[in-house]
Nanobody, 114 residues
């Protein structure tokens, strides 16, 4: 059974940083690309970033490029999202997702507010 468990969310001030983590189990983690998505209140879930199986290639939505960094540690079955220069519009529930598969975590809340 595939499980994805996000952590690291919380309250941050504008301009601050947070690091999200996603612990994966029940799959051969190193065989799958991984995504981060987010969903703000009243909005549809939107894609944030993608990383390939070995961490060599990454892609970002324009809204986060240059501020967020996706990474992974295949030895630990962990996915990360380093979020810097946070803005109030980054407030959302953040989800990790297995690329091209219907596996989602439960999400972690990120709130950016002064």
């Amino acid at each position: 059974q595939v499980q994805l468990v996000e952590s690291g969310g919380g309250l941050a001030q504008p301009g601050g940083s947070l690091r999200l983590s996603c612990a994966a189990s029940g799959l051969i983690f190193s065989s799958f690309g991984m995504n981060w998505y987010r969903q703000a209140p009243g909005k549809e879930r939107e894609w944030v970033a993608t990383i390939d199986t070995v961490g060599d290639q990454t892609m970002y939505d324009d809204s986060v490029r240059g501020r967020f960094t996706i990474s992974r540690d295949n030895a630990k079955n962990m996915l990360y999202l380093q979020m810097n220069s946070l803005k109030p519009e980054d407030t959302a529930v953040y989800y990790c997702h297995v690329y091209l598969q219907d596996y989602w975590g439960q999400g972690t809340q990120v709130t950016v507010s002064a």
